[in-house]
Each structure stands twice: as structure tokens, then as C-alpha cells.
């Protein structure tokens, strides 16, 4: 397919090419991954201390891990209602519900109250927004990964699979960077006051750019062409799960060890750190930004090396070293700044190479017909899976068994991408 607006802005009647929905993409993805950040970051460093105060803070880090699962809970969910509201209205109307939901759900929570001034009630009310986020998650499906599938050139189809996945580390450098500042910035009790509130009003800001940014793809001619075509068409939950359900589920383990590493190197680490050592937490968020700028080269080389040797080949080998991490890293966690620095940029390293493909892992599955609504449940199952508990896991594990126990969940997450990767062998829609 070629593209006319590469070097001129779309007008009504452009179309639209790998390069703007690569753009597309990288915005939509950045947002939300920043808005996860933002409550991941605070879910160690605030929620704990303003909702679970009457608790000791590892019980209370504990329960804010349990809250913070809800979305990924909630998310399948929200793919149902949002699949509904795309089938009748569009997808225009669909994005922009979800992505103020999103928004206003994220903004709600800057204003929560704590324990002391409304009790429980407090736990009661983060809970619900947490399943507004989750909801919400799940109606920012665009298909934009999808579409960018269907138009990238089949020699760097590695390539552009990657590319959406970029907005992990990014999002997480800058929610990092916003987070350090006001930490290392403000006095305690200003922190906790009002300072830890900012970054979820500039999340609600992002989701506004990210909407119009996306919907400017989304109500081109182009991207409607692709819908009356049926290579975007959202079909109803039950049809493609009754067409497509062994792939929706061999397709679900087969990024689980990258989204099991995902929440260790990234939410896991925060909270060990700031329950068991003396190190600022500004510190190591900045370490956090180092990793996640090693996570983006590291995203960049799995395009390249996909388009060499292969996504299967790729993911394998990904997932047997993500295997072997988990049997020594997390103990470096334990071993000060030089072995917390070893951790994050290995981590980070390994969740780069891996982490670049498993969108495309999951697209790749489906026949063209049922790809776009079969990939949005089959992502929102990997991640609750694979990632929502990780970091509840991790850190119950750890606490009770050592650093050594938290990396259980991380092989597991190995072992069924391993056994998932063997099963699709047999799926006449492999993994390329």
C-alpha cells in the first residue's frame, strides 16, 4: 500500500500509511503506559501511607497491589461493553468514551482522600477507580497494531510489530521523572500532601493529545476502507471466541514470560526497595529511567533481529534467558546500588528483546477476519495472567522467602511461553 502523507498532513480525503499509524500508535501506547506508571509508582510510594496508614507498610503495600490488580481484572470486561459501543456507534465514539473514562478516572484519583479523613471508605473508592481504569483499558483497543501489521512491508514486519511497544519505557521515563522530582523536591509531608497529586493530572492532559492523535487516524478514509473490508471489523466477543478460541488461548501464554518480566523489573523492584532498604526513592527511579532507556534500544534491536532470525526463534530464546534471570537476579536486589543498577539494565535488556514482539506474537495468530477483536481479548488475557498479580506475587514471595521465591513467578511466566510457542506449532496460524 503506499502512502501520500508522509510528507504532507492529512487532510479528509488522505490515506494513511505505515509511518502515521506507527506515529499513531507510539502516542496512544505512551499514554496509557504513563497513566500505568503514574498509579503503579504511587501504588509503593502513596497508597500504602494515605489509604492503608492503619497497617504495617508491608501489609499495606500488599493490599495496594491487590487494588492495583483490579484493572487488569476489569479489562476483559471493558473489551466486551467497548466492543459493543464500537459495533453500534463506531470506533471514533468508542475511543473517545474510553479515553475519558481513562482520563477522569486517572484525575479522580488525585483527589482522593485518605484514611484519617474518610476511613475505609478511602480503600472503597480507589478500588472503583482502579476498575475505571480497567474498564477504560479496555476500550482503548484501537487496532492500530493491527492495522500496522496489515500495511508494514513483510520484510520488516518485526519491525513495526515493535513499534507500538515503545510506549512502555517511554511512558515510564517520563512518570519516573515526575515522580523524582516532586520526591526529591519536597518536603515529606508536602509530598504526601499534595505534590504526589500532580502527575495524575498530567496524565488526564496526555489523554486528551493521545485522543486527538488517534482519532485522526482512526476517521480517515483509509482506516474506514480496512473496517468495510473486514480487516478491522469489530465482530462480537462470542463469535470470535467460538472461531478463534484455541488461538485466544495459546495466544494469551505466549508473551506471558515478557509481561511476567514486565511488572519485575519495573513495579517489583520499587516496592523491595523502598520497604527493605535506606535508599531516596528519587534515586531509584533514576535508576528505573536508566533501565527503561536501555528497554528502548533493546525494543529497537528486537525489530531488527525478528526480521532476521524470526519472532518464534526470538521469542524462545527470550524466554529461556527471562528462565534463567529468574534464577539469580533478583538476588541482586540485595546487593546496593551497583547490583540494583546490574538488575534494572538486565532486566530491562531482556524485556526489551521480548518484550518488542509479543504484540505481534498475539496479531499474528488470528485469521485476518477475526484479528482485530480476537487481539484485544487475547491481550487483555495475557496481561492479567502474566502481569496484573506479578508484582503482588513477587513481593509476597520475597517477603516471606527471599529475594530467590520472587523469582518463581518469573519462570513460570518462562515455562508457559515456552509450552505455548510449542502449541501453536500445531495452529494452522502459528506464530510467525
Avoid at 503514574?38 to 494515605?50: D, Q
Wanted: with cysteine; net charge neutral.
Amino acid at each position: 500500500m503506499t502512502s501520500t502523507v508522509d510528507s504532507h498532513p492529512a487532510g479528509p480525503d488522505a490515506s494513511v500509511g505505515p509511518n502515521q499509524i506507527a506515529v499513531g500508535a507510539i502516542i496512544g501506547r505512551t499514554s496509557e503506559f504513563f497513566d500505568f506508571f503514574v498509579y503503579a509508582i504511587a501504588s509503593v510510594l502513596v497508597f500504602p501511607k494515605l489509604v492503608f496508614p492503619h497497617l504495617d507498610p508491608l501489609t499495606g503495600t500488599l493490599w495496594s497491589f491487590a487494588i492495583f490488580a483490579l484493572a487488569f481484572v476489569a479489562r476483559p470486561i471493558g473489551t466486551a461493553i467497548f466492543i459493543a459501543i464500537d459495533r453500534a456507534y463506531g470506533r471514533g465514539v468508542k475511543l473517545t468514551i474510553a479515553l475519558f473514562l481513562l482520563g477522569g478516572s486517572t484525575v479522580a484519583i488525585s483527589f482522593l482522600p485518605g484514611y484519617d479523613a474518610i476511613g475505609a471508605a478511602s480503600a472503597v473508592l480507589l478500588a472503583l477507580l482502579r476498575v475505571g481504569q480497567g474498564l477504560a483499558l479496555g476500550g482503548t483497543w484501537d487496532g492500530l497494531p493491527s492495522l500496522l501489521s496489515l500495511n508494514a512491508p513483510s520484510a520488516r514486519r518485526g519491525w513495526y510489530a515493535m513499534i507500538p511497544q515503545l510506549g512502555a519505557p517511554l511512558g515510564l521515563i517520563v512518570a519516573s521523572a515526575l515522580f523524582a522530582f516532586f520526591v526529591a523536591n519536597l518536603s515529606a509531608d508536602d509530598f504526601f500532601d499534595w505534590g504526589w497529586r500532580y502527575p495524575f493530572f498530567v496524565a488526564f492532559a496526555i489523554n486528551v493529545v493521545a485522543l486527538f492523535a488517534r482519532l485522526r487516524i482512526v476517521v480517515t478514509p483509509e482506516y474506514a476502507r480496512q473496517f468495510e473490508n473486514r480487516d478491522l471489523e469489530p465482530l462480537p466477543i462470542g463469535e470470535t471466541v467460538k472461531a478463534e478460541g484455541r488461538n485466544i488461548a495459546i495466544g494469551a501464554f505466549v508473551p506471558l514470560a515478557s509481561f511476567a518480566l514486565f511488572h519485575m523489573v519495573t513495579v517489583f523492584p520499587l516496592s523491595w526497595v523502598f520497604l527493605y532498604t535506606r535508599e531516596p526513592p528519587a534515586r531509584f527511579l533514576l535508576i528505573e529511567m536508566v533501565g527503561a532507556a536501555v528497554g528502548v534500544l533493546a525494543l529497537l534491536a528486537s525489530g531488527r533481529i525478528a526480521d532476521r532470525v524470526g519472532r518464534r526463534q526470538l521469542l524462545a530464546a527470550m524466554a529461556v534467558a527471562i528462565g534463567v534471570f529468574s534464577g539469580f537476579a533478583p538476588q541482586l536486589l540485595d546487593g546496593g546500588d551497583l547490583g540494583e543498577a546490574a538488575f534494572m539494565i538486565l532486566g530491562f535488556a531482556l524485556l526489551g528483546l521480548s518484550f518488542g514482539q509479543s504484540s505481534g506474537a498475539i496479531a499474528s495468530s488470528f485469521s485476518q477476519k477475526y484479528r482485530y477483536t480476537a487481539s484485544a481479548i487475547t491481550s487483555d488475557l495475557a496481561w492479567m495472567f502474566g502481569a496484573g498479580f506479578a508484582p503482588l506475587a513477587a513481593l509476597l514471595l520475597a517477603s516471606h522467602f527471599g529475594l530467590v521465591a520472587s523469582g518463581v513467578y518469573l519462570l513460570s511466566g518462562a515455562v508457559c511461553t515456552l509450552a505455548a510457542l510449542a502449541l501453536s506449532r500445531q495452529s494452522h496460524h502459528g506464530v510467525a
